[in-house]
Nanobody
Framework: QVQLLESGGGSVQAGGSLRLSCAAS????????MAWFRQAPGKEREGVAS???????TYTASVKGRFTISRDNDRNTLYLQMNDLEPEDTAMYYC???????????????????????WGQGTQVSVSS
């Protein structure tokens, strides 16, 4: 029932920018923490950024100052603005969601993979040097 559809991936040179989008449907979006994860070949999936029902955001250290997560509750859409991209950012990027109600915060990114039950299909981001 839950549907998460990512878009906006592509190939860019180092220093470039991309904006990823995640269109959500099939659930009450305003009660869900939303997050972006990524997985590079040979590596485990890692949390990139999350945003709670109150708009509070958190980021993994490697993207702080470069990426910005945001949500548009009127459009049920999640975004990830990625600036100053680096080759190390190359990965498949996934949108994820977890119910938190109207008050609870997002789960911490460092142990959040299993906490997010709903996932999109992913969108590829490739950054060349």
């Amino acid at each position: 029932q839950v549907q998460l559809l990512e878009s906006g991936g592509g190939s860019v040179q180092a220093g470039g920018s991309l904006r990823l989008s995640c269109a959500a449907s099939g659930f009450t979006y305003i009660y869900y923490c939303m997050a972006w994860f990524r997985q590079a070949p040979g590596k485990e999936r890692e949390g990139v950024a999350s945003i709670g029902v109150d708009g509070t955001s958190t980021y993994t250290a490697s993207v702080k100052g470069r990426f910005t997560i945001s949500r548009d509750n009127d459009r049920n859409t999640l975004y990830l603005q990625m600036n100053d991209l680096e080759p190390e950012d190359t990965a498949m990027y996934y949108c994820a969601a977890v119910y938190t109600g109207s008050h609870d915060p997002c789960p911490p990114l460092y142990r959040s993979l299993s906490a997010f039950p709903d996932w999109g299909q992913g969108t590829q981001v490739s950054v060349s040097s």
